[in-house]
């Protein structure tokens, strides 16, 4: 709750939330697109606009295109906000979500390594 009341409240105005409703009002799924900080001059990564989407749908509505649409709706946000790169961190175990996000022409980008310290 904490972190969708900060979403809708950023008032820089980073960071956006689309949401999707159903005919009766009820909210379906949401897509989050969370700009990233441009990378220091130091690192190697080339400093581009970019942001992390993040798509939920509900059970009942998958299936029906709603995640595609709030999907297509946030790459254009996105654009019209000058970002130029989109990246989905997605557990490899998340079958289902690594397919959504591959049917959208998402590719894997890269590797990342992480490790618990407790």
């Excluded at 972190?3 to 008032?11: G, P, R, S, V, Y």
């Excluded at 990233?36 to 998958?62: G, K, N, W, Y």
């Amino acid at each position: 709750m904490r972190h969708f009341t900060a979403m809708l409240t950023d008032e820089a105005g980073q960071d956006d939330v689309l949401v999707a409703e159903a005919r009766d009002g009820q909210v379906v799924g949401m897509v989050e697109v969370l700009r990233h900080s441009d990378p220091p001059e130091h690192q190697i990564l080339r400093p581009e606009p970019s942001a992390q989407v993040h798509t939920v749908v509900l059970p009942d509505a998958r299936g029906l295109g709603v995640g595609s649409a709030l999907l297509a709706a946030a790459e254009r946000r996105a654009n019209g906000r000058g970002i130029r790169y989109l990246s989905a961190g997605i557990y490899h175990r998340n079958v289902d979500a690594v397919r959504f996000y591959s049917r959208h022409g998402y590719t894997d980008a890269g590797l990342s390594l992480g490790k618990r310290v407790d």
